[in-house]
C-alpha cells in the first residue's frame, strides 16, 4: 500500500551520511553513551524543541544555531548528563563541545549538541574532551545501529528506521533514531530523535514539514506525563539524493515526502511509547467525530495520559469508565450523548449508553502487544491518534531508584 | 494564632444538622455506603462541580438545583455506583432518589444527591429503594462520623473536621467531611466533599466564598491527575448560630467565615492527598515569586501532578532536577536563572545555579509524613500552595485491580 519500503541503515541510510557510537565513560553502567551523526556536506536543518522554560543548554544552543540559518555538519548527543539546570557552566560547555566537535571534523560549518541523563548534573568535559577525536575517528556509512545505541538511557530496546521512495526514477531516502523512555509527554518531541534525509529540500518547506510530522508523532506520545527539559527532534536534509529540488509544498514530491518523513517520526514516536518506563504494551488511541484535528488530538492524548487507564491496561481491567472520565477531561467540549467507546472489537459505550460486553474475552485482549481504543465524540471530521504505554510496577521501581 | 478552635462532630457540628450513615448493600464489600446530611431549616446552598463534560448524573441534577436557588433540606450520597456514563436511566434514577428523600423526610424543599464508585454502572435502585427510609430513621445531632464512613470508597481513613469561632460572644461553627482516593485531580473539588454551616449569609456571598475556598484547597490537590466526573463540594448554611446577617464580602465578619471555611476545606483536601491511593506521604509544595496566586498555584500543582517527583519521593531519592522539569513544563513562563529549589532545609538550586548538599540527609528527609517542597520562579508577590502525595506499587496495584 505505501510508497515507500523500509531498509536498513537508521540515520546512515540516507546518501552521504556517516554516523558512530562510543563508550566515554559518562553512564556510570560504562554502556555507550557518545554518538556523533555527520553530513558530508552541510545539510539544512529543521528543529523542534521542548516548549519548557526550563530548557537544557544544548536546546537553547541549537535554537541558536537554527535561527542563524547556518548549514550543518554534525550533531553530537551524549548520554549520562542532561545539562539541564546547570547555569551558565552548562552554556559554556555545550558551545565548548560543538566546537571541539567542528576542530576534530576540520569544518566550519555548524554542529549541533544533545544531552540526555540526570538533570542538573554538569557534562563530564574532562571525558568528553579526549572523547570526541576518538568519536570522529569511529565515523563509518554502517554507524547508524552504534549511534542509535549511544543515545539511550534507561531504553531497553534501541530505536531505528530508515524507508526509502522512488521519485521519478532516484530513490530519497528518510533514517530516523530516537529515545525514550521516562520523562515522556512531549510538547514538541520526544527526549531525542534525529532524523537524516537526503532529498533536496527548501530549508523553509523543511521546517514546515518537520513540524507537522512532529506534531503527528512525537507530540502525540506520553509515557508519564512529564515534558522533559532537553527535548529534541532534529532533521537534516543534505540534497545527496541527486533528486531535483523540492520547493513547492503542494508539489506531489513535497507531499510524498513529507508522508515518509510522518511515517517515519511516527515509527520512533510509537517505539518510544512501547518502550516506555516499566511499559509492557503499547495502547494506541484513536479519536474521530471532533471538530479538528487538533481537538482529536488532545482528546486522544489525555486518555493515553492518565493513570487510571494506563493502570486498569495493566491489570487487564476492561474499566472503560474511566476512558470515558478521561476523555471528558481534555478541555475539549462534547455532548456525552454522543460518545462511543470500544476497545479492540468490544462496544462498551455507544450513544453514551453503556452496552453489555464479554468482560473475560476483554481482559483476554488487553494482554495484546498493542492495545487500540476507539472513541468518537461527534460528527465532526476531526480524527486524531495517540500512543501511550501501560502504568505498571516497574515504572514505579525505576523512577524510585534513578539516580541514589 | 487562629481565630478559631477545632470542635468535634464534622458536618453535625454547626447548629440544627443530623446525619446519618448506614449499609445499603451498594458496596460489594459490605461497608457503609448510604449517607444522609439533613438541615433541620432551609438552608442556603452553594457548590462547585467537575469541569468535565462527561458529568454524573448527580452533578447535572445538583447544578439544576443550585441555578433555582431553591432552599436545600438535605444530601443524600451513595458510594459503591458512580451513576456517570449511566445514559438517561442514570438521569431518571438521580432525580427518583432526590423524591424519595423529599418524601421521607416530607419536605418540599430540595435535595441534592451526589454519588462515588464505578463509572458506567447504574445505581442499584433496587437496594436504594428500601434504604432511604431506613438511612432517614438514623438521623442523630450525632451522625457525622458516621455520614464521613459511608462516602469512602478506596480511602484509608475517613475525612472530617469542624472549626467553631467566636462571632461577637455568638460562637459559628464550619465543619466537612470528604473522600478521596483515586481519580483525584479536582478541576473544581475533590471527589466529594460536603460542608455545614450555622452562618446566616447571603447566598451569593456563600457562593463565592465557596468557590474561593474550593480554588485554595480542593482545587491545588493531586492524587494522580484525574478529574473526576464526580467532582462535587456542596456547602450548606441555615443560619441556626443565631448570629446577625453576613451581607458585606468586605466586612470583617465575612472574611472570618471565610478564613474558617477555606481552613476547613484546606483540611479536607490534604486529608485526601495524604490518603491518596497507595501514598506514604504527603507532599506540599509552595511556589513563590510569581507574577499572581493563579500562577503560583499553576506552578505548585504542576509539580504536585508529575508522576516523575512523586517516584522520587516515593523512592527517597533527592532528584530535584525532576522538580525544576515539572516547574518548567507548567505553562507559566519563568526566567529559569531566577530558580531557586528548596527540599525542607536543603537548598538545592538557587538562581537558576545548583547547589552542593548532603544527599543522604537530604534522603533521610524524605522520609518525613509531610515533604516541603520551596521553589521561587521569580520576584513577583504571586504566592500558592498545592498538595499531592507520592506515586508507590500500591497506587499501581490499587487501579489495576479495581472492577476485575
Redesign the interface.
Known sequence: MADWQEVSGGVTAAKGYRASGIKAGLKPSGAPDLALIVSDVGAIAAGVF??????AACVDFNRQVLESGSLVKAILCNAGQ?N?????EGWRNAVETAQLVQTALETEESVLVASTG?????LRMDLIRPAIPQVVAALSVDGGDAAAKAIITTDLVTKAIALEADFDGIPIRVGGISKGS??IHP?MATMLAFVTCDAAVAPTLWQEMVSRACDRSFNQITV??????NDMLLALSNGQSGTPGILEAESPTAQKLEAMLTEVCIYLAKAIARDGEGATCLIEITVSGASDQAAARQVAKTIA????VK??V?????????I??????SG??????Q?DIQLGDFV??SQ???QTFD?NAA?NYLKSPTVQIKVKIGNGAGEGTAWGCD???D??????????
Do not use: H
Open positions: 521542548t516548549t519548557s522554560c526550563v530548557r542532561a539541564a539546570s546547570t547555569g551558565e540526570v538533570i542538573g548534573r554538569q521516562g520523562m510538547n508519564d506525563g512529564d515534558t522533559s527539559t495520559g492518565s493513570s487510571l493502570s486498569a495493566f491489570g487487564r481491567d476492561p474499566n472503560w469508565g474511566r470515558a472520565a478521561a476523555a471528558g477531561r475539549i467540549v462534547f455532548d456525552q450523548t460518545l462498551m459505550m453514551g449508553t453503556p468482560r481482559s502504568l505498571s510496577y515504572y514505579v521501581k525505576i523512577n524510585a531508584e534513578y539516580t541514589t
